[in-house]
């Protein structure tokens, strides 16, 4: 009896691999399913522009080394408060006709996660407009973008050049080559592949779903391995009617079927998951608690936070009114200097003044930046929001805001 | 060491271990000996619970929230079950896992998996602070609020706020509703922190990952108590710790979506081993967990009503013809949900009833159909959420139906795992929460609260049909 069980769940087992792999057989039959609509086939010669016939632009410091133009240091550049880097390197008169080009593939090594890498072209139909899309960045700093699905992609090429933007890491950049071709099915494994490697780091949306991979992609992973483990299944009920062998060996057989798929897919989890520690070390290894703080997001609006809680140390258990021009939705920084500011007790809500009926005297209103609708009169001690003014005293000024407290209920105008 | 800098790690310590062990008692108490995994699953969750309760009624009472008094009231309860249950079920230390060198080839890879993946997350949780948008917006204010005060001071929306007279100590938060969230997320947070000594550290969200783990020792426990081997238990173990978006809710703490859905989960299987053994305590086990859910988040006391109605349900022994029935009824009701929303006519015609209002802090109810089938396909076949649950819930439905008929489809689990997905295809096709489908918030992570029970329910489905020794009592 042991034995017979033994034998069944063996020859299940069994069973389950060879399905997995034969549907693997019928998949890569399959791949051009999954290239884009009027694809057109690969060419025997793909067109390749080795990194160094491009110029770098834009760059504090760039040479080129050997086939590659590298970008040493990335021109400093603001983007609203940020400080960013910019890194561009720029394509005259490629010879090009854009119609012709239906699949770009981009080596670009050195791309920290966070920075954003843009393919800009002009072209003969609209010379006065640039245009752009943006390319994720997968592993090994290769990177893929369907070229045929961009509205613009079209006429003879007058310029063409790729961009890296965002915060500066600590690698140079390095272009080594930009190929253009058409759809076969190494090429397109190839760039699947790539595409589930891409990393993205931990954003706010992650609690609320899990793509399989950032950005676009020519077949997320999840519908890959769903297909295969069904195209399996589909493979063990088959040999199941034609050979007629025990339930329990069918069972154990499709059981296997969807376990190493979803095997596959753990392991590009995995992936990510380890990558993502590696992230979080880089940032927070080996600190404290308040080390940890520093390194935040949030540190500038953490440090207001602990300004503002000295100076209210003794009036701990007056109201606080936050105001901010951000009236809509949740706004990340009012929420979160609220929180930081706990366990002040604080009605976060509007960029004027509530009603006087509201309002008490010794109540504070904190304006964080900016607020467009409410000015305080330092000379007459009022706050002003245009439906009313409140007497108030100026307690603190600081860059993200000031902060009032209430002198007497106000009056409307 | 900088990790553990700033707070009290025997207070945490205790304050991760005293509601455990209290909960383990409470187990032991009522169910009498039971097998170890299920005893730490239903343990933990029972703890925690206690740990909530023991703090509202502390403030009730006019206590200050104290650490030492509290941990000390906590640790005697504990004490105080575990006498009653040994006195009542004396203890026989035998060794009752019996392993063979065959099972290595189970328990290495599963416990290789624990380690690699258990290692990062572990890590990952120690080192990076609060990070999910709803914990610190909605969840862990209040705690640490309530920390601050050393009592439960009272939060309420807006314009109570407002509203309130000169000297009344009311808080209120940023997100509208947040102040009249159900409390017990804040709570078990709170505990930790008092344990702790602190309202600020990595340490203090433990309870997420221990959560997942509590879930996968239950897990465990009921399957093999339903007769499923160790080979199949130890990969529905596996397939359950693995998804993504589980995992993502353990290692960036704070919501309160995988505790509603751990909490569901363990009441449902509570209820399946009643219906499996007989076993009327498991009742008593499934609406403590009932009760549980009501003081996680709103939508849970609609879950919890799936839970005590099934328990009646049960109570009352309806013919079998008529649980089959209900389960049927209910998908199918499932189904016309998931296609009346591609109707344009019907879509129409409910946009102009009016708002259903509803008592006290709960939200009024727009009718709103939103065409639900598209984004259900998206959350279990595109994205990766839930790697290929999907897949395997229907093959194992497809296969129990077609192996075993209808009588397959007499299971308590299987009717609250439908209803459950009743309630969330109510909530997404048919009132306002549809016009979130787009956003994608809320819609992916709601079903944490069946995606545990579906794992179950699909293991379960293929107890019988897989091969099997002759049955032996689970002894692990």
Known sequence: ?413 | MPLLEGLHPVGLALATLLPWLAGCGAVRCWLGPVPTTLLLGHGYLLGQLLAVLLLLTWDALGFTLAWWPLATALAAFGAGLWALSLRRHPAHWRPTVCLSPADLLWLLPLAWFLWSRGSVLVAELALRPLFAWDAWMNWVPRAVVWFEHGSLTEFVLPPAWLAAAPGSELYTLGNWRAGAYPPGVPLLLLWQMLGAGTFDHTLLYLPWLLLAAACALALWGHLRLVGLGRVPTAIAVYLLLSMPLLTTHAVLPGYADLWLGVCFTLGAMALAQWQHSGERRYAGLALALALFCTLLKTPGTGFALLLVLATLLFWWRPPAAWVRATVLGGLLLLLAGLLAGLNPELVRYLQEQPVLALPGHLPALKLQLSPLLPYLGQTFFVYDNWHLLGVLLLAALLARVLACGPASLNSIALLLLTGGAVVLALVFGFTQYGQRLEQGITFHRSFLYLTPLAVFVAFACLQPLLPRAAAGRAQE
Not at chain 1, 201 to 216: D, F, I, L, R
Not at chain 1, 316 to 332: D, I, S, T
């Open chain 1, 1 to 413: 009896m042991q034995q017979e069980l033994r034998l069944q769940w063996l020859f299940g087992a069994l069973q389950g691999v060879a399905a997995t792999a034969a549907a693997v057989v019928l998949l890569w039959a399959m791949l051009p399913a999954v290239y884009p609509p009027d694809a057109p086939a690969a060419s025997d010669a793909a067109l390749v522009l080795p990194g160094r016939e491009f110029a770098a632009v834009v760059a504090a410091r760039a040479a080129a080394e050997g086939d590659s133009m590298v970008v040493q240091a990335m021109q400093p550049a603001e983007r609203g408060e940020q400080q960013i880097g910019e890194a561009v390197w720029r394509l005259e008169q490629p010879g090009l006709s854009a119609d012709d080009l239906a699949q770009l593939r981009l080596e670009l090594e050195g791309v920290q996660p966070g920075q954003e890498v843009v393919l800009f072209w002009r072209s003969a139909l609209a010379p006065e407009q640039l245009h752009y899309a943006e390319l994720g960045h997968g592993p090994a700093g290769v990177s893929w973008l369907n070229l045929g699905q961009l509205d613009t992609w079209q006429g003879q090429l007058l310029e063409l050049a790729v961009g890296v933007f965002g915060e500066p890491g600590p690698e140079p950049l390095r272009l080594r080559e930009l190929d253009f071709g058409g759809y076969n099915r190494y090429d397109a494994a190839q760039r699947v592949f790539a595409e589930w490697r891409r990393f993205q780091p931990w954003q706010q949306s992650s609690a609320n779903w899990y793509a399989g991979v950032p950005g676009a992609a020519l077949i997320r992973p999840a519908a890959a391995a769903g297909l295969w483990a069904a195209v399996a299944l589909v493979l063990v009920l088959g040999w199941h009617l034609w050979r007629r062998g025990p339930r329990g060996t069918l069972v154990v057989a499709g059981l296997w079927a969807l376990l190493i798929p979803w095997l596959a897919l753990d392991y590009l989890w995995q992936v990510q998951l380890e990558r993502q520690l590696q992230e979080t070390r880089a940032q927070f290894g080996a600190l404290s608690q308040a080390e940890k703080h520093e390194r935040a997001i949030d540190a500038d609006l953490q440090r207001y936070a602990l300004h503002l809680q000295q100076i209210l140390q003794p009036l701990r258990h007056q109201r606080l009114f936050l105001l901010h021009e951000a009236n809509q939705g949740h706004n990340f920084t009012r929420l979160r200097l609220q929180f930081r500011l706990l366990p002040l007790n604080i009605y976060n809500y509007g960029n004027t003044l509530v009603a006087p009926e509201h309002l008490r005297p010794s109540d504070l209103v904190l304006l964080l930046k900016p607020v467009a609708g409410v000015r305080y009169d330092p000379a007459r001690g009022l706050l002003d929001d245009g439906a009313q003014q409140v007497a108030a005293t100026l307690l603190d000024t600081h860059p993200l805001g000031s902060l009032y407290r209430i002198a007497e209920p106000g009056h409307a105008q």
